[in-house]
């Protein structure tokens, strides 16, 4: 089983859609939960950070972290079509002192 | 946000030869910064982790006499591809953590690598 799973994609949605992206893990130690976007051929972009289980909102992005559940989501609102690019998710074992990624889910939104 | 940069941006070689990329911090210290290599449509993978004033940890599978990774000051680490092969082509991304806040870990923009 691998360490991080996420859905590859693609999504495609139309502009202004609700979108919601995921990702479950295995290692209950992972601390922090982190959400960055890829644009192509261009290096990613931390977009959020949450340390604990709960919602963290940040204008039109929120993320929510279920630890019991060891799954985590990334829901972004109004989608615009600049919102289309790959999203990784991104786990920290303080402990172990390195983030792992997650594959990516690419993003399409259609104007 | 803080800014990494990373030059150069795009390079072609031919085979044999050694490139030099450097990943600076334009506007924070980074004691420890990350190299990663990245494939079409696939994720980051994690080549070595870079200490300032320290040698590089590589990841496992990762040739650190090919790979050489310098971080000689609190704001630039520098990756050489040595004796470059047409399979090193890639992207390469540095990225560099904020000191004392582990997930806090900002990504340059890239170098694209293509050996002939």
């Known amino acids: 089983q691998k360490e991080v799973e996420q859905d590859p994609g693609p999504l495609s949605v139309p502009e202004g859609a609700i979108v919601s992206l995921n990702c479950t893990y295995s290692?209950?130690?992972?601390?922090?939960f982190m959400w960055y976007r890829q644009y192509s051929r261009k290096g990613p972009e931390l977009l959020m950070y949450?340390?604990?289980?709960g919602n963290k909102e940040d204008g039109r992005f929120t993320a929510q972290v279920d630890k019991s559940s060891k799954y985590i989501s990334l829901f972004i609102r109004d989608s615009q079509p600049s919102d289309s690019a790959t999203y990784l998710c991104?786990?920290?074992?303080?402990?172990?002192?390195?983030?792992?990624f997650g594959p990516g889910t690419s993003l399409s939104v259609i104007p | 946000g803080a800014v990494v940069s990373q030059h150069p941006s795009w390079v072609i070689c031919k085979s044999g030869t050694s490139v030099k990329i450097e990943c600076r911090s334009l506007?924070?210290?980074?004691?420890?910064m990350f190299w990663y290599r990245q494939f079409p449509k696939q994720s980051l993978m994690l080549m070595a982790t870079?200490?300032?004033?320290?040698?590089?940890?590589?990841e496992q599978g990762v040739e650190k006499d090919k790979f050489l990774i310098n971080h000689a000051s609190l704001t630039l680490s520098t990756l050489t591809v040595t004796s470059a092969h047409p399979e090193d082509s890639s992207f390469y991304i540095c990225?560099?953590?904020?000191?004392?806040?582990?997930?806090?870990?900002?990504f340059g923009p890239g170098t694209r690598l293509t050996v002939t």
């Open positions: 991104a786990l920290l074992e303080t402990s172990y002192d390195k983030v792992i």
């Open positions: 506007d924070f210290q980074a004691t420890t």
């Open positions: 290692n209950s130690a992972f601390q922090y």
């Open positions: 949450t340390y604990s289980s």
């Open positions: 870079s200490n300032e004033g320290s040698k590089a940890t590589y």
């Open positions: 990225s560099a953590r904020v000191v004392g806040y582990q997930y806090e870990q900002y």
